[in-house]
């Protein structure tokens, strides 16, 4: 048989009595006597046998009268002790229905008013009952084993619920997983439609901007051509104006010169009209530029022009070499 035990911590003062003739009454109420029962099939209410294993503590407290009745504290406690608590117990027992209740919910009550009634019932005149103590109730084999299948089952339908609940808790831990993963996806898809038609609008714009650009450019250039083009017909029309005007300073100058050239030679023809010597010493300078040979007029005086034509002749003698 499988027993559960109901332990009960209590502090006792265990005396040992010798059950030998001639003890001394003063001696049997100066001491505490503890009395160890076993209370065996106490049936319940539904008729389910119990067993309890109790500890009475009790104490002589007329110790004349009770040695007129008996002969020791032992022979007293297995003739009454043992036979009263076996009525109370089973009085007290039958009052629970079920064996279910006193087993879980209601064990605390029924010791606890088992242990009342004891000491209760159990005590005399003469008697005092100090303690009882229930160190173990033993409930049926089949009960407990049928408690122990039951708890089985139990354990193993918790599991099942358990695993039942962690595997929906994860069913839906995925569900939500996969919907935000989704949602996530959905995001990150428009995001992507977002950043390509932003992506378009700026290469348009930047297509736009180039062609502006490059037709910009190919204006200022068209522009610039223009503005060179007639720069250069503004230079050149500029040129041959200047040029233009430096023929006529040239013609002009030329002009001037042959005006002077003119009135040198009109000078020196009235010149060498009014004096026909310088006239022949004129052509004679120049003839004798060219050969270094001069003629000189006739006659001794020879005046300016002699001395001149002499000093040439000599420069001319001393700059030859000698032979």
């Known amino acids: 048989m499988i027993r559960e035990k ?16 001639g003890c001394g009454g003063a001696d049997l109420a100066r001491r505490d006597h503890i009395h160890q029962t076993e209370l065996r099939d106490i049936r319940l209410g539904d008729g389910v046998p119990l067993a309890f294993s109790v500890s009475i503590r009790w104490r002589i407290e007329d110790a004349s009268a009770f040695t007129n009745q008996f002969r020791d504290p032992s022979r ?12 109370v117990a089973g009085k007290v027992a039958n009052a629970y229905p079920a064996v279910a209740g006193v087993f879980r ?19 005399e005149p003469g008697i005092r009952i100090k303690e009882v103590i229930f160190s173990e109730m033993l409930f049926p084999k089949s009960f407990t084993d049928a408690l122990e299948v039951t708890a089985t089952k139990e354990l193993e339908l918790q599991r099942v619920r358990e695993k039942s609940a962690i595997d929906l808790e994860q069913a839906k ?25 932003i992506n378009a609008l700026t290469e348009d714009k930047r297509r736009l901007s180039e062609v502006a650009k490059a037709e910009t450019e190919a204006r200022v250039l068209d522009r610039r051509t223009k503005a060179e083009v007639e720069r250069q017909r503004l230079l050149t029309r500029q ?17 001037q010169l042959d005006q002077v050239a003119i009135a040198k030679e009109k000078a020196l023809a009235v010149l060498t009209a009014e004096n026909p010597t310088y006239a022949a010493y004129l052509v ?7 050969v270094q040979i001069a003629v000189l007029p006739l006659g001794t005086e020879s005046g300016v022009l002699g001395n001149m034509l002499q000093t040439t002749l000599g420069a001319a003698g001393a700059q030859r070499p000698k032979r």
């Open 6 to 21: 109901l332990t009960l911590v209590a502090l006792l003062s265990v005396v040992v009595v010798p059950g030998v003739a």
């Open 239 to 255: 040129d041959v104006e200047r040029r233009q005007e430096l023929n006529r300073v040239d013609v002009d100058k030329q002009r």
């Open 76 to 87: 007293y406690a297995s003739l009454v002790l043992d036979a009263k608590s076996r009525e």
């Open 105 to 123: 919910p209601e064990r605390e009550k029924f010791v606890q008013e088992m242990k009342d009634a004891l000491a209760a019932k159990l005590a």
């Open 284 to 290: 004679n300078r120049e003839l004798a530029s060219k």
């Open 173 to 197: 831990a995925a569900q939500a997983h996969a919907q935000a993963e989704g949602q996530v996806r959905v995001e990150r898809a428009r995001a992507e439609g977002r950043v390509a038609e």
